[in-house]
């Protein structure tokens, strides 16, 4: 079983800052990495087909996409795949959040 974890400003209290991290904040923070992309659309392929609408920014790590989803002013990512949880921390890090395990 995966761990999932959300990337959030929601435990800071700091007037200074915004407790939610934007979609806008997003596209930008991850246009400019460039083993990142954006899709609205993220497909899971296996013995059969599913595709769920959304706002994904794919990690491209080797052969393997990760999504990291911006969902209600937070950003969620599975740790399925060990080498996601120093990125996640990198990214977190960047956007000035926390990560919570789920």
């Not at 949880?85 to 960047?94: F, G, K, L, Q």
């Amino acid at each position: 079983m995966s761990q999932r974890y959300r990337i959030t400003r929601a435990l800071q209290v700091n007037d200074n800052s915004e407790a939610v991290i934007s979609l806008e904040e997003c596209k930008q923070y991850f246009a400019s990495q460039s083993d990142f992309s954006y899709t609205p659309v993220f497909t899971i392929t296996g013995t059969t087909t599913m595709s769920i609408e959304g706002d994904f920014f794919m990690w491209s790590y080797g052969d393997s996409k990760i999504p990291f989803r911006h969902y209600q002013g937070d950003v969620y990512v599975s740790g399925t795949n060990e080498a996601v949880i120093p990125r996640m921390m990198e990214v977190a890090s960047d956007l000035r959040a926390d990560i919570v395990g789920e």
